[in-house]
């Protein structure tokens, strides 16, 4: 039995990376009218960008796959003003679908807690 579970756990860190998935859109004026479309990212795009530009009233969301130094550059640019004018940007690369709702989000990463849980059975024999 802890063979097995070794091999399991083994398999998970040294098995090849998964293409993230996000969702896209390009100009949607609501999140839930951009959520309708994902893509899977291809290399070296490994993370979910969004950019929310607000005037006034009006928003345009934008959400692609990006680079996470793409992502994280445009991220420090971003600004905006007292009236609430202007562009945010997110990124994220934690699971598929992370860019939902345009905020990073704190989820629970599967192969952490099976690699967490695995590491406290390996101890406790």
């Keep these: 039995m802890k063979m097995l579970l070794s091999l399991a756990l083994l398999s998970l860190l040294f098995s090849p990376a998964l293409s993230l998935e996000c969702y896209v859109c390009s100009a949607a004026t609501t999140n839930e009218e951009c959520n309708q479309n994902t893509q899977k990212c291809q290399a070296p795009l490994d993370t979910c960008m969004t950019v929310v530009d ?35 940007i997110s990124c994220c690369n934690s699971y598929n679908l992370c860019n939902f709702s345009g905020a990073e989000s704190v989820h629970v990463h599967v192969t952490l807690v099976l690699l967490s849980v695995g590491v406290l059975l390996l101890l406790s024999h």
Excluded: E, H, P, Y
């Design 54 to 88: 607000t005037l006034g009233a009006t928003k345009a969301i934008v959400k692609q796959c990006s680079s996470q130094a793409t992502c994280k550059g445009a991220a420090s640019t971003a600004s905006v003003d007292s009236n609430g004018n202007g562009n945010t």
